[in-house]
C-alpha cells in the first residue's frame, strides 16, 4: 500500500528530494507518487508543510 499526496498539495516541491526511492515527481496540478516504487518510508509525509502525503486508504 503505497502513500498517496492529496489535494492540499501546494507543490512546494519539497518531498521531491525526500524520497530515497525518488518516485515522487511534479504533476499537473500536484506532486504525485509512483505507487509501483513507493516503499512507505513515511519520508514525504515527514518534510510536507500542508500533510499531503498519507498511506493509502
Ligand atoms: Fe517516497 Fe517514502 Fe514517500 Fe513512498 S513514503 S513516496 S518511498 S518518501
Ligand atoms: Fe506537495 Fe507536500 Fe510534496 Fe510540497 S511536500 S510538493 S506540498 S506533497
Known sequence: MAYQ???EC???GACEA???VSC???GDDKYVID???CIECG??????????PN???
Open 18 to 20: 525526500e524520497c530515497p
Open 5 to 7: 499526496i492529496n489535494d
Open 43 to 52: 519520508a514525504c509525509a515527514g518534510v510536507c508543510p500542508v500533510g499531503a
Open 35 to 37: 505507487a509501483e516504487q
Open 10 to 12: 501546494i507543490s512546494c
Open 55 to 57: 498511506p493509502a486508504e
Open 24 to 26: 515522487i515527481s511534479a
